[in-house]
């Protein structure tokens, strides 16, 4: 048996809602085909890398530090390892519940697929499912150091009013049509900086990776948007 919790939030977990003011600024044509190709590449493909993911201080700063091992296959479903912690995040793909697992806590919380979504989570956008030139005015920056040289930084807002986030970052490889790094910024100050190395595209991976068995006697939390 498991003990059941539901809970009615909206935007907890570096939540995106993409109810946004429309922005006139457009990318330069350059960017806007790299930006397509990207999102060509990431609804066709499966993916596996490591991540590294830094909470950072208002000032910039690293709080904490997490890192595992990300694998992404479409259409949008996920599977995150958190080797630093033992966590688990799986996402099943579009319409279907998103769970993550905490081990220490032997606590499951069940994201609706209401909220398991673009307009819930920007780290779907990894999974392909989106589109960031429709739902995103986007521009080129220089955030920081890249994490490698030639890579382009590009600093996207959302185009509607009633975002639970203020913008998000991308740094990719235009080489390799390749998303190294996202960082969220949310509307409460907080900011959330993941970084991807050791990207493999089409590794072939199972589709056991994506399904998730609750345990017996977890404690369960139902998030709903």
């Known amino acids: 048996m498991w003990n059941v919790r539901r809970l009615d939030i909206l935007g907890t977990i570096a939540t ?11 990318p330069a044509p350059g960017v806007r085909l790299l930006i397509e190709r990207i999102q060509d590449k990431y609804q066709q493909t499966e993916l596996q890398a490591r991540f590294v993911q830094n ?16 694998y992404i296959s479409t259409p ?4 995150w390892e958190y080797s630093t ?21 032997n606590q499951v919380q069940v994201m609706q697929p209401d909220f398991a979504n673009t ?29 490698r040289r030639g890579n382009v ?4 807002h959302p185009r509607r009013s009633g975002a639970s986030f203020e913008r998000l ?20 100050r907080n900011t959330l900086d993941y970084q991807f190395h050791d990207v493999q ?20 939390i139902f998030i709903e948007g």
Request: hydrophobic share 40%; net charge negative.
């Open 119 to 147: 307009s819930g989570m920007p780290i779907f956008y990894l999974s392909g499912r989106g589109n960031l030139l429709r739902d995103f005015s986007i521009q080129v920056v220089e955030w920081g150091a890249p994490l």
């Open 16 to 26: 995106v809602c993409f109810l946004a003011t429309p922005q006139q600024q457009e």
């Open 76 to 79: 949008g479903r996920m599977r």
């Open 169 to 188: 970052i991308l740094e990719v490889n235009p080489l390799q049509e390749m998303i190294v790094r996202l960082v969220i910024y949310d509307n409460l």
């Open 201 to 220: 595209f089409d590794p072939g991976l199972s589709e056991e990776l994506f399904e998730f068995e609750i345990p017996e006697g977890a404690d369960v």
């Open 85 to 105: 912690n033992d966590q688990l995040l799986i996402a099943g793909g579009p319409g279907r519940e998103m769970y993550l697992y905490l081990p220490e806590d």
């Open 55 to 70: 909470r950072l201080s208002r000032l910039g700063r690293v709080i904490t530090t997490v890192e595992g091992d990300l």
């Open 153 to 156: 930084q590009l600093e996207l």
